[in-house]
């Protein structure tokens, strides 16, 4: 799977740790997915999950109003094309990829998790003041 354990430094199980790690990573993402597009899906046939009344929500959108109604990001790509992202103005939310073709969806995961948003509330309208759209900046160095 692209990890490197050699048995003289690394001990087995520390091996396998990390195998397993990424196999459960790589399975809640895929649920998580599935997840969002249902509800989504629900969403455009009319369901109403009343995310507005959830707490997390409530919390997280507050927490983006006292942000000045948004989170900035810090974006970093590196030559063999993966990348990282780490807000600038609220501490513990990064994440990364290793390619940038799904990073706004990323970081909006990261995002939604910070808060502890489950899946189904994951609703890309609470992430901006009303009429405000998502924009990501990206700083690049070279």
């Known amino acids: 799977m692209g990890t490197h354990c050699s048995s003289t430094l690394t001990p087995h199980i520390f091996c396998s740790s990390i195998y397993t790690y990424k196999i459960m990573y790589k399975t809640m993402r895929f649920l998580n997915k599935t997840i969002s597009f249902a509800a989504n899906t629900l969403r455009q046939l009319g369901y109403d999950f009343k995310e507005d009344a959830d707490i997390r929500v409530q919390e997280m959108k507050k927490e983006i109003q006292r942000l000045g109604g948004r989170i900035e990001f810090k974006v970093e790509q590196y030559p063999d094309g993966s990348w990282t992202a780490e807000?600038?103005?609220?501490d513990g939310v990064i994440t990364g990829g290793t390619n940038t073709k799904?990073?706004?969806?990323t970081i909006r995961d990261a995002v939604f998790t910070y808060f502890g948003i489950p899946p189904y509330l994951c609703n890309d309208t609470k992430l901006h003041a009303d009429n405000e759209p998502v924009t990501?900046?990206?700083?690049?160095?070279?």
């Open 87 to 90: 807000s600038i103005n609220l």
């Open 102 to 105: 799904e990073a706004t969806t």
């Open 136 to 142: 990501l900046k990206q700083h690049m160095y070279v």
